[in-house]
């Protein structure tokens, strides 16, 4: 008998767990028995391991082997444990005792020749052997710049099989991690060229000092897209967590780009406005995959047309938009993904949706059931609404409006603010304070409150819409320079609800 050990991980949504693979060579009629909950893809890595090591010069044994991977009631999936597999069966038919194996965790899959193929989240995985105390990971070369994004663990990368069992004897070496360049940023629009529109500009520059979820109503053509394609622009960039945890989740997906692997502006995502639900919370069979929502985590994600998104995924927004994360149950266990996003709906008035709101040919009762399909529970849970209207010829002749860097100076200096106002209570941006504080440690004098209070008491509003309107109000405080709210930012958080928006 004659026993073989590597090691690999098993990512279940973004967490990783350490899988310890067995090769066992007895006697018996040839054959390969792999036990411990593999689904279709790994069943299908005994082909690739065979034909693998055949290739690359080595003997493959003709007995029978038994690789179990342990622990044995969690499932696998994919064809991360390729080379893993093949270095145990390698070790346990050449009775090998190699040290290097014994303390490396392994990931990759194997082409039939023996070469080593990129595989999808490495970032993870990587992440997970470094919790667990593991000093080394050998990733294929094409995953070496995302794995080295994980400080105080060494990384190598690996090209073949034949490389890999040179280097595990001694023998040969591997590829070193270089330093990635930083992404060059993109050119963007500046928001000088919005001609006119003062109070939607006005809806955005709040929406990213404080995080909050903004809608925007008006005719086709006005800049509804425009406008929330800039809203990316206007935030800062994530900090070194935040962007391993953004860079993280789309590793999952399959996004990355092999260039440039590190994510460090917050994402933008639009999804098509006929998305399924698994698409926009996400979905798939066997363990679940991220969705818009995930992938638009730390960022913006913008529904075009939400008037004609289904109303089951516009419902199934609720629950992420509250607790900033989204748990999905499938057959192989429950994945749990951060969802911590801004969210930015356009849609139009009507149908038919006509410049001038007097040519509208569409019944009132088209007009009611057209934006009733956003349930009040989904809107009440949106900080800014504005109306956008049409702009007369005089617009063009108006002065140049304030730049994107000028924008982009008060954001930040208003999210500085909230940081070190919140920063005592593990809070960064006024979208995630709760409710509680505000109206305990944080609460402001009746004379303050006097409009917010008479809304609640005339039912105009709920007790979450007053909550999030005392978050806005916080936020045009810290763009103001005041330490707290005054009567007027209480005044025009309120009508951002109740009117439309207004400065």
Same mark, same amino acid.
């Given at each position: 008998m004659a026993l073989g050990r590597a090691f690999s991980?098993?990512? @279940?949504?973004?967490?990783?767990?350490?899988? $310890?693979? $067995?090769?066992?060579?007895?006697?018996?009629?040839?054959?390969?028995?792999?036990?411990?909950?593999?689904?279709a893809a790994l069943q299908e890595s005994r082909d690739r391991v065979r034909a693998a090591i055949t290739n690359c010069g080595s003997d493959w044994p003709q007995a029978r082997l038994t690789l179990a991977l342990s622990p044995a009631t969690l499932p696998k999936m994919g064809s991360v444990y390729d080379i893993a597999l093949a270095m145990a069966v390698m070790s346990a038919h050449g009775k090998a005792e190699w040290n290097r194996l014994e303390k490396t965790v392994l990931l990759g899959e194997l082409a039939l020749d023996g070469r080593v193929r990129p595989v999808k989240g490495v970032l993870p995985a990587v992440l997970a052997a470094k919790r667990e105390g593991w000093p080394l990971v050998v990733v294929p070369v094409e995953n070496l710049a995302e794995a080295a994004l994980v400080h105080d663990i060494d990384v190598k990368g690996v090209r073949t099989l034949g490389q890999l069992k040179s280097w595990i004897e001694g023998k040969g070496q591997l590829e070193e991690s270089v330093e990635t360049p930083s992404p060059a940023p993109s050119p963007t629009a500046d928001l000088a060229d919005v001609i006119g529109q003062t109070q939607a500009r006005y809806a955005v520059e709040v929406a990213a000092a404080g995080a909050h979820h903004l809608m925007l109503t008006g005719p086709p053509g006005i800049g509804k897209t425009m406008l929330a394609q800039w809203l990316p622009g206007l935030l800062p960039t994530l900090t070194e967590s935040e962007a391993l945890e953004v860079t993280a989740i789309h590793s999952v997906a399959g996004l990355l780009s092999g260039s440039t692997p590190l994510i460090t502006r917050p994402p933008f995502v639009a999804p098509h406005h006929t998305s399924s639900v698994a698409a926009m919370v996400g979905g798939g069979s066997g363990m679940a995959r991220?969705?818009?929502?995930?992938?638009?985590? @730390?960022?913006?994600?913008?529904?075009? $047309?939400? !008037? +004609?998104?289904?109303?089951?995924?516009? +419902? %199934?927004? &609720?629950?992420?938009? +509250?607790?900033? +994360?989204? &748990?999905?149950? &499938?057959?192989?266990?429950?994945? @749990?993904?951060? !969802? @911590?996003? /801004?969210?930015?709906?356009? !849609?139009?008035?009507?149908?038919?949706?006509?410049a001038d709101p007097?040519?509208?040919?569409?019944?009132?009762q088209v007009k009611r059931r057209y934006l009733g399909k956003l349930s009040g529970p989904l809107l009440d849970r949106v900080d800014l609404v504005v109306e956008m209207h049409p702009q007369l010829a005089g617009a063009f002749a108006q002065q140049e409006g304030e730049s994107? %860097?000028?924008?982009? /100076?008060?954001?930040?200096?208003?999210? /500085?603010?909230?940081? $070190?106002?919140?920063?005592p209570y593990g809070i960064r941006t006024n979208a995630e304070v709760s409710g509680s504080l505000l109206r305990k440690r944080f609460r402001l004098p009746p004379a303050v409150m006097k409009p917010l209070s008479g809304a609640l008491d005339r039912k105009q509003i709920s007790m979450r819409g007053a909550d999030r309107s005392l978050r806005v109000a916080w936020t045009l405080a810290d763009l103001a320079g005041r330490t707290s709210p005054v009567l007027e930012d209480v005044s025009t958080a309120l009508s951002f609800r109740q009117s439309g928006g207004a400065r």
């Open positions: 991980v098993a990512v @279940r949504g973004l967490d990783g767990h350490i899988v $310890e693979i $067995e090769a066992d060579i007895t006697s018996g009629l040839p054959g390969v028995h792999l036990v411990g909950l593999p689904d991220p969705g818009a929502v995930s992938r638009a985590h @730390r960022g913006v994600l913008f529904l075009d $047309e939400c !008037a +004609e998104i289904g109303v089951s995924v516009m +419902e %199934a927004l &609720r629950t992420p938009l +509250e607790d900033g +994360e989204i &748990r999905l149950a &499938r057959r192989d266990g429950v994945a @749990r993904y951060p !969802a @911590r996003f /801004q969210l930015v709906l356009a !849609a139009n008035p009507c149908p038919c949706a006509p007097r040519d509208c040919i569409c019944p009132g994107t %860097a000028a924008v982009c /100076q008060r954001v930040a200096t208003a999210r /500085q603010a909230a940081a $070190e106002r919140w920063g």
